[in-house]
Protein backbone atom coordinates (compact mmCIF):
# COMPACT_ATOMS: atom_id res chain seq x y z
CA UNK A 1 0.00 0.00 0.00
CA UNK A 2 1.22 3.95 0.85
CA UNK A 3 3.75 2.22 2.91
CA UNK A 4 5.26 0.08 0.61
CA UNK A 5 5.17 2.78 -1.86
CA UNK A 6 7.17 5.23 0.28
CA UNK A 7 9.64 2.13 0.92
CA UNK A 8 10.49 2.41 -2.99
CA UNK A 9 10.55 6.17 -2.94
CA UNK A 10 13.91 5.78 -0.35
CA UNK A 11 15.87 4.16 -2.84
CA UNK A 12 15.72 7.15 -4.94
CA UNK A 13 19.45 8.41 -3.76
CA UNK A 14 20.30 5.10 -4.47
CA UNK A 15 19.60 5.61 -7.58
CA UNK A 16 17.35 2.15 -7.57
CA UNK A 17 14.84 3.52 -10.28
CA UNK A 18 16.83 4.91 -13.06
CA UNK A 19 14.91 3.00 -15.70
CA UNK A 20 11.42 4.25 -14.50
CA UNK A 21 13.31 8.01 -14.23
CA UNK A 22 14.21 7.17 -18.07
CA UNK A 23 10.91 6.15 -19.21
CA UNK A 24 8.58 8.52 -16.89
CA UNK A 25 10.97 11.51 -18.85
CA UNK A 26 12.01 10.33 -21.79
CA UNK A 27 15.43 10.87 -21.15
CA UNK A 28 18.48 8.67 -21.51
CA UNK A 29 20.38 10.19 -18.63
CA UNK A 30 21.18 8.39 -14.90
CA UNK A 31 19.85 9.69 -12.13
CA UNK A 32 21.70 12.05 -10.51
CA UNK A 33 21.55 13.49 -6.88
CA UNK A 34 19.35 16.09 -5.67
CA UNK A 35 17.91 16.77 -9.15
CA UNK A 36 16.18 13.28 -9.18
CA UNK A 37 15.40 13.64 -5.77
CA UNK A 38 13.28 16.52 -6.44
CA UNK A 39 11.78 14.81 -9.70
CA UNK A 40 10.30 11.77 -7.69
CA UNK A 41 9.41 14.04 -4.94
CA UNK A 42 6.85 15.81 -7.61
CA UNK A 43 6.11 12.33 -9.05
CA UNK A 44 4.69 11.15 -5.80
CA UNK A 45 2.49 13.63 -5.98
CA UNK A 46 0.66 11.98 -9.15
CA UNK A 47 1.39 8.43 -8.60
CA UNK A 48 0.52 7.71 -5.08
CA UNK A 49 -2.99 5.88 -4.37
CA UNK A 50 -3.58 6.36 -0.67
CA UNK A 51 -5.14 2.76 0.40
CA UNK A 52 -6.49 4.27 3.43
CA UNK A 53 -8.17 7.04 2.32
CA UNK A 54 -9.74 4.54 -0.32
CA UNK A 55 -10.14 1.72 1.74
CA UNK A 56 -14.50 1.58 1.10
CA UNK A 57 -13.21 1.74 -2.85
CA UNK A 58 -9.94 -0.69 -3.28
CA UNK A 59 -7.75 -2.88 -1.00
CA UNK A 60 -3.65 -2.05 -0.74
CA UNK A 61 -2.79 -4.41 -3.38
CA UNK A 62 -5.28 -2.72 -5.74
CA UNK A 63 -3.68 0.66 -4.89
CA UNK A 64 -0.31 -1.09 -5.75
CA UNK A 65 -1.35 -2.04 -8.88
CA UNK A 66 -2.61 1.83 -9.71
CA UNK A 67 0.46 3.37 -8.58
CA UNK A 68 2.36 1.13 -11.48
CA UNK A 69 -0.23 2.30 -13.91
CA UNK A 70 0.18 5.68 -12.88
CA UNK A 71 4.07 5.71 -13.23
CA UNK A 72 4.11 4.99 -16.30
CA UNK A 73 1.39 7.65 -17.25
CA UNK A 74 2.96 10.08 -14.77
CA UNK A 75 4.05 13.12 -17.20
CA UNK A 76 1.36 13.49 -19.42
CA UNK A 77 -1.23 13.05 -16.00
CA UNK A 78 0.94 15.96 -14.78
CA UNK A 79 0.55 17.56 -17.76
CA UNK A 80 -3.18 17.51 -18.01
CA UNK A 81 -3.82 18.48 -14.07
CA UNK A 82 -1.36 21.42 -15.04
CA UNK A 83 -3.07 22.63 -17.88
CA UNK A 84 -6.54 22.42 -16.59
CA UNK A 85 -5.86 23.60 -12.71
CA UNK A 86 -4.52 26.74 -14.45
CA UNK A 87 -7.25 27.20 -16.85
CA UNK A 88 -9.65 30.48 -16.93
CA UNK A 89 -12.34 28.89 -14.38
CA UNK A 90 -9.91 29.31 -11.12
CA UNK A 91 -6.80 31.53 -10.79
CA UNK A 92 -5.01 28.80 -8.17
CA UNK A 93 -3.11 26.04 -9.48
CA UNK A 94 -5.74 23.65 -7.32
CA UNK A 95 -8.14 21.89 -9.57
CA UNK A 96 -11.45 23.17 -9.00
CA UNK A 97 -14.87 21.38 -9.69
CA UNK A 98 -15.74 23.49 -12.72
CA UNK A 99 -12.47 22.41 -14.35
CA UNK A 100 -13.03 18.98 -13.23
CA UNK A 101 -16.13 18.99 -15.39
CA UNK A 102 -14.01 20.65 -18.11
CA UNK A 103 -11.42 18.11 -18.14
CA UNK A 104 -14.14 15.00 -18.32
CA UNK A 105 -16.14 16.90 -20.93
CA UNK A 106 -12.86 17.50 -23.46
CA UNK A 107 -12.24 13.84 -22.57
CA UNK A 108 -15.27 12.40 -23.52
CA UNK A 109 -15.79 10.56 -19.74
CA UNK A 110 -19.40 9.52 -19.61
CA UNK A 111 -21.30 9.50 -16.86
CA UNK A 112 -24.68 8.87 -15.97
CA UNK A 113 -26.83 11.67 -14.71
CA UNK A 114 -25.50 15.37 -14.58
CA UNK A 115 -21.84 15.44 -14.70
CA UNK A 116 -20.96 18.62 -12.93
CA UNK A 117 -23.47 17.19 -9.94
CA UNK A 118 -21.21 14.38 -10.33
CA UNK A 119 -17.86 16.21 -9.88
CA UNK A 120 -19.09 18.52 -7.03
CA UNK A 121 -19.82 15.05 -4.97
CA UNK A 122 -16.75 13.61 -6.03
CA UNK A 123 -14.72 16.17 -4.55
CA UNK A 124 -17.07 16.84 -1.63
CA UNK A 125 -16.36 13.16 -1.09
CA UNK A 126 -12.14 13.51 -1.20
CA UNK A 127 -12.62 16.68 0.50
CA UNK A 128 -14.72 15.03 3.36
CA UNK A 129 -11.72 12.18 3.92
CA UNK A 130 -9.07 15.50 4.74
CA UNK A 131 -9.43 15.33 8.55
CA UNK A 132 -10.94 12.27 9.12
CA UNK A 133 -11.20 8.57 7.27
CA UNK A 134 -15.13 7.56 6.38
CA UNK A 135 -16.55 4.52 7.27
CA UNK A 136 -17.03 2.86 3.54
CA UNK A 137 -20.99 2.38 2.64
CA UNK A 138 -22.71 -0.18 1.19
CA UNK A 139 -22.66 0.49 -2.82
CA UNK A 140 -20.83 3.20 -5.02
CA UNK A 141 -23.85 5.40 -5.52
CA UNK A 142 -24.65 5.42 -2.03
CA UNK A 143 -20.81 6.89 -1.22
CA UNK A 144 -21.38 8.79 -3.87
CA UNK A 145 -24.92 10.10 -2.81
CA UNK A 146 -22.79 12.80 -0.88
CA UNK A 147 -25.10 15.78 0.54
CA UNK A 148 -23.08 18.36 -1.14
CA UNK A 149 -24.75 21.21 0.83
CA UNK A 150 -24.07 19.36 4.00
CA UNK A 151 -20.58 17.76 3.66
CA UNK A 152 -17.94 18.60 6.10
CA UNK A 153 -16.86 20.81 2.94
CA UNK A 154 -19.20 22.48 0.35
CA UNK A 155 -19.32 22.71 -2.89
CA UNK A 156 -18.09 26.47 -2.79
CA UNK A 157 -15.40 25.65 -0.11
CA UNK A 158 -14.24 22.40 -2.72
CA UNK A 159 -13.94 25.09 -5.60
CA UNK A 160 -12.55 27.52 -3.56
CA UNK A 161 -9.76 25.20 -2.14
CA UNK A 162 -9.70 22.70 -5.29
CA UNK A 163 -8.28 19.73 -5.78
CA UNK A 164 -4.23 19.39 -5.28
CA UNK A 165 -2.52 16.79 -7.56
CA UNK A 166 -2.80 13.94 -4.92
CA UNK A 167 -6.39 14.74 -3.72
CA UNK A 168 -7.08 14.96 -7.69
CA UNK A 169 -5.76 10.67 -8.43
CA UNK A 170 -7.98 10.01 -5.75
CA UNK A 171 -11.17 11.61 -7.84
CA UNK A 172 -10.26 9.50 -10.50
CA UNK A 173 -10.29 6.64 -8.58
CA UNK A 174 -13.62 7.22 -7.38
CA UNK A 175 -14.58 8.01 -10.73
CA UNK A 176 -13.18 4.45 -11.87
CA UNK A 177 -15.34 2.96 -9.06
CA UNK A 178 -18.89 5.03 -10.58
CA UNK A 179 -17.77 2.82 -14.58
CA UNK A 180 -20.04 -0.16 -13.57
CA UNK A 181 -19.51 -3.33 -15.73
CA UNK A 182 -16.30 -2.55 -17.61
CA UNK A 183 -14.14 -5.00 -16.30
CA UNK A 184 -12.18 -4.45 -12.54
CA UNK A 185 -11.77 -1.40 -11.27
CA UNK A 186 -7.89 -1.53 -11.87
CA UNK A 187 -9.34 -1.69 -15.73
CA UNK A 188 -11.80 1.20 -15.27
CA UNK A 189 -9.08 3.13 -13.55
CA UNK A 190 -6.74 2.60 -16.72
CA UNK A 191 -9.86 3.19 -18.85
CA UNK A 192 -10.40 7.05 -17.49
CA UNK A 193 -6.67 7.45 -17.41
CA UNK A 194 -6.47 6.73 -21.10
CA UNK A 195 -9.74 8.99 -21.70
CA UNK A 196 -7.73 12.06 -20.26
CA UNK A 197 -4.89 11.43 -22.19
CA UNK A 198 -5.87 10.77 -25.51
CA UNK A 199 -8.64 13.23 -25.40
CA UNK A 200 -8.07 15.84 -23.14
CA UNK A 201 -6.51 19.37 -24.48
CA UNK A 202 -3.96 19.84 -22.50
CA UNK A 203 -1.42 21.70 -25.41
CA UNK A 204 2.07 22.14 -24.83
CA UNK A 205 2.77 25.38 -27.34
CA UNK A 206 6.35 25.45 -26.97
CA UNK A 207 6.70 21.16 -27.32
CA UNK A 208 4.54 21.77 -30.26
CA UNK A 209 6.54 24.31 -32.19
CA UNK A 210 9.86 22.77 -31.58
CA UNK A 211 8.11 19.89 -34.13
CA UNK A 212 6.65 22.45 -36.23
CA UNK A 213 9.57 24.08 -36.94
CA UNK A 214 11.74 21.14 -37.24
CA UNK A 215 14.00 20.65 -40.55
CA UNK A 216 11.87 17.37 -42.01
CA UNK A 217 8.11 19.41 -41.16
CA UNK A 218 9.02 23.22 -42.06
CA UNK A 219 10.64 21.17 -45.51
CA UNK A 220 6.82 19.76 -45.79
CA UNK A 221 5.13 23.02 -45.62
CA UNK A 222 7.59 24.64 -47.63
CA UNK A 223 6.13 22.59 -50.54
CA UNK A 224 2.63 23.79 -50.13
CA UNK A 225 3.12 27.46 -48.51
CA UNK A 226 2.07 29.30 -51.67
CA UNK A 227 -0.93 27.26 -51.50
CA UNK A 228 -1.88 27.56 -48.30
CA UNK A 229 -1.17 31.05 -48.11
CA UNK A 230 -4.01 31.56 -50.78
CA UNK A 231 -6.42 29.64 -48.62
CA UNK A 232 -5.39 31.67 -45.61
CA UNK A 233 -5.87 34.78 -47.78
CA UNK A 234 -8.93 33.01 -49.00
CA UNK A 235 -10.48 33.00 -45.31
CA UNK A 236 -9.04 36.24 -43.83
CA UNK A 237 -11.84 39.19 -43.59
CA UNK A 238 -15.05 36.53 -44.63
CA UNK A 239 -16.44 37.98 -40.97
CA UNK A 240 -18.41 41.33 -41.71
CA UNK A 241 -16.76 43.06 -38.31
CA UNK A 242 -13.32 41.90 -39.22
CA UNK A 243 -11.16 44.76 -38.72
CA UNK A 244 -8.39 43.09 -41.05
CA UNK A 245 -8.81 41.92 -43.88
CA UNK A 246 -5.10 40.40 -44.04
CA UNK A 247 -5.51 38.53 -41.06
CA UNK A 248 -7.67 35.39 -39.81
CA UNK A 249 -10.18 35.87 -36.58
CA UNK A 250 -11.58 33.25 -34.78
CA UNK A 251 -14.94 33.10 -36.47
CA UNK A 252 -12.63 32.91 -40.28
CA UNK A 253 -10.89 29.45 -38.77
CA UNK A 254 -14.35 28.12 -38.08
CA UNK A 255 -15.68 28.82 -41.43
CA UNK A 256 -12.30 27.01 -43.23
CA UNK A 257 -12.79 24.42 -40.30
CA UNK A 258 -16.47 24.33 -41.32
CA UNK A 259 -16.01 24.14 -45.16
CA UNK A 260 -13.51 21.55 -44.99
CA UNK A 261 -15.91 19.30 -42.85
CA UNK A 262 -12.85 19.32 -39.99
CA UNK A 263 -15.81 19.63 -36.83
CA UNK A 264 -17.19 16.26 -35.83
CA UNK A 265 -17.88 14.97 -32.40
CA UNK A 266 -14.51 15.23 -31.29
CA UNK A 267 -12.66 18.16 -33.05
CA UNK A 268 -16.03 20.17 -31.83
CA UNK A 269 -16.02 24.10 -32.22
CA UNK A 270 -14.90 24.56 -28.98
CA UNK A 271 -11.59 22.35 -29.60
CA UNK A 272 -11.02 24.10 -32.43
CA UNK A 273 -11.39 27.83 -30.48
CA UNK A 274 -9.22 26.47 -27.70
CA UNK A 275 -6.49 25.52 -30.61
CA UNK A 276 -7.18 29.11 -32.09
CA UNK A 277 -6.36 30.81 -28.57
CA UNK A 278 -3.69 28.33 -27.76
CA UNK A 279 -1.52 29.19 -30.74
CA UNK A 280 -2.24 33.07 -29.78
CA UNK A 281 1.65 34.62 -29.02
CA UNK A 282 0.72 36.54 -25.87
CA UNK A 283 1.06 39.97 -26.49
CA UNK A 284 -1.76 39.09 -29.72
CA UNK A 285 -4.40 37.22 -26.97
CA UNK A 286 -7.85 38.86 -26.19
CA UNK A 287 -11.19 38.74 -27.18
CA UNK A 288 -10.28 40.67 -30.30
CA UNK A 289 -7.47 38.32 -31.26
CA UNK A 290 -6.47 37.45 -34.74
CA UNK A 291 -4.26 34.37 -36.45
CA UNK A 292 -0.98 35.56 -38.43
CA UNK A 293 -0.19 33.38 -41.01
CA UNK A 294 2.69 31.96 -39.10
CA UNK A 295 -0.04 30.68 -36.43
CA UNK A 296 -2.79 29.67 -39.11
CA UNK A 297 0.27 27.04 -40.46
CA UNK A 298 0.41 25.88 -37.02
CA UNK A 299 -2.84 25.30 -36.62
CA UNK A 300 -2.94 23.59 -39.88
CA UNK A 301 -0.19 21.16 -38.47
CA UNK A 302 -2.06 20.33 -35.71
CA UNK A 303 -5.06 19.97 -37.74
CA UNK A 304 -3.60 17.49 -39.81
CA UNK A 305 -1.78 15.85 -37.10
CA UNK A 306 -4.61 15.11 -35.63
CA UNK A 307 -6.79 13.93 -38.72
CA UNK A 308 -4.24 11.42 -39.85
CA UNK A 309 -3.18 9.91 -36.75
CA UNK A 310 -1.29 7.20 -38.29
CA UNK A 311 1.71 6.14 -35.39
CA UNK A 312 3.74 4.55 -38.20
CA UNK A 313 4.15 7.30 -40.65
CA UNK A 314 6.19 10.21 -40.06
CA UNK A 315 4.50 13.31 -39.13
CA UNK A 316 6.07 15.37 -42.00
CA UNK A 317 4.30 12.57 -44.22
CA UNK A 318 1.42 12.71 -42.07
CA UNK A 319 1.20 16.51 -43.06
CA UNK A 320 1.77 16.00 -46.70
CA UNK A 321 -1.01 13.35 -46.87
CA UNK A 322 -3.64 15.61 -44.71
CA UNK A 323 -2.79 18.94 -47.35
CA UNK A 324 -3.36 17.23 -50.37
CA UNK A 325 -6.00 14.59 -49.80
CA UNK A 326 -8.13 16.50 -47.04
CA UNK A 327 -7.56 20.23 -46.91
CA UNK A 328 -6.84 20.90 -50.75
CA UNK A 329 -9.71 18.96 -51.94
CA UNK A 330 -12.28 19.94 -50.09
CA UNK A 331 -11.47 23.83 -50.17
CA UNK A 332 -11.33 23.03 -54.63
CA UNK A 333 -14.83 21.57 -53.49
CA UNK A 334 -15.88 24.66 -52.04
CA UNK A 335 -13.96 26.83 -54.15
CA UNK A 336 -13.76 25.43 -57.35
CA UNK A 337 -12.19 28.35 -58.95
CA UNK A 338 -9.06 28.77 -56.54
CA UNK A 339 -6.24 27.16 -57.84
CA UNK A 340 -3.95 25.16 -55.43
Known amino acids: GVGAWRQVLNYVSQGALASLLKKARGSVNQPTGGEDTRFFANMAEYTTVNADRLRDVITPEVAAEMQTILSEKFMYIKKVYLHYARGPVGASDL ?21 KQLAETLIARVKSSGSE ?6 SSMARLSVDVSTSPRS ?5 QGGCCPSEFIEVLVRLADTRKGEGTIVDRFEGVLDDIIYNANAMD ?29 LYCGTEESSRNKNSMTAKD ?20 QSLFDGLQDEED ?13 EAIVAVGLFKCPHPLYPPEQRMKQFITTI ?9 PKVKL
Open 253 to 272: FQMLASDCKFIDSVMTRNVL
Open 95 to 115: MSADEMVSLMESSKISTKGNT
Open 205 to 233: VVEFRKAVYSPLMQSALNTFQKSLFKIYK
Open 285 to 297: AGGDAEMSFREFL
Open 155 to 159: SRDSQ
Open 327 to 335: LFQRVRARH
Open 133 to 138: LMPPSP
